[in-house]
C-alpha cells in the first residue's frame, strides 16, 4: 500500500507499507526526512496510518496502528511535527479509539472501552514533544449501577458517571499522574470535579 497524506501547505508525506510502515516527509517536494515505525500488525480494524489533530492544536499528529487491538481500541504511536523546519518526532504511545477530547485546561485525551457501558479516558499534555499522562478517568452509563465496595466518588454529567482512576498499575502510575497533575499545576484533591463537570466528558454516552 502507497498513499500521500497532506500535512500542510507545502508539506506531504510519503507513506508505504513496505516494509509497514516507511514514511517520507516532503517540503516543497524535497526529502525533508525519512522514518518508519515498524510493525507486523495492521490492528483490527485495517487502518493505515493517518493525521488527526489530536490536541487541536492547529497542527496534525501522526497515529500509527502498531499492534492489534480488540473491542477495547487499538495501541498507536504518535508522531508529533514539530521545529523549524519541521520535522516528526515520536512521542509516545496511546491506547483506544480515535475519539479525541480535549479540556478547557488544553490537555487532550482518547476513549477506550471497558464494556459496553463503561470506558476510560487518558488524558495527556506535550512535554517536550512527549505524551505525558495527567489523568486517568472512569467513565460508565449513568444507568449503570457503580460498584457498592468502589472507594472512589462518581459525578453525573448528562447520562456519564465519571470519576478520577486512582488505581496504582502498573506499579508508580498513579505517583506518576499525581505529579505531571501538579507539574500543570492542578490540584489532585479537585481534579475529578474539575474534569468530569465539563461538557465534552457528557457527549461520551449521549
Not at 493517518?50 to 504511536?77: C, F, H, K, W, Y
Not at 472507594?151 to 448528562?158: A, E, I, K, T
Not at 470535579?193 to 465534552?200: D, E, K
Amino acid at each position: 500500500m502507497r498513499c500521500v497524506l497532506q500535512v500542510g501547505q507545502g508539506l506531504t508525506l510519503d507513506v508505504s507499507s513496505d516494509p509497514a510502515w516507511s514514511f517520507t516527509l516532503r517540503n516543497a517536494g524535497a526529502v525533508a526526512q525519512e522514518f518508519r515505525e515498524p510493525t507486523a500488525e495492521i490492528g483490527e480494524t485495517g487502518e493505515v496510518p493517518l493525521l488527526q489533530d489530536i490536541d487541536n492544536g492547529g497542527s496534525p499528529e501522526l497515529l500509527v496502528v502498531i499492534g492489534r487491538g480488540g473491542t477495547g481500541g487499538e495501541p498507536m504511536a504518535v508522531w508529533r511535527l514539530t521545529g523549524q523546519p519541521p520535522r516528526f518526532v515520536r512521542a509516545g504511545q496511546l491506547f483506544g479509539f480515535r475519539r479525541f477530547y480535549q479540556t478547557t485546561e488544553g490537555f487532550f485525551g482518547n476513549y477506550a472501552h471497558s464494556s459496553v457501558t463503561s470506558g476510560t479516558v487518558q488524558l495527556y499534555r506535550w512535554v517536550d514533544d512527549k505524551l505525558v499522562e495527567v489523568a486517568l478517568l472512569d467513565m460508565q452509563v449513568a444507568s449503570t449501577r457503580p460498584d457498592p465496595d468502589s472507594r472512589h466518588d462518581w459525578v453525573r454529567n448528562g447520562n456519564v458517571l465519571c470519576r478520577l482512576n486512582n488505581d496504582d498499575y502498573p506499579e508508580g502510575s498513579r505517583a506518576a499522574r499525581t505529579a505531571a497533575l501538579q507539574a500543570a499545576g492542578i490540584d489532585p484533591a479537585t481534579a475529578a470535579q474539575r474534569f468530569c463537570t465539563q461538557r465534552w466528558v457528557a457527549s461520551i454516552y449521549q
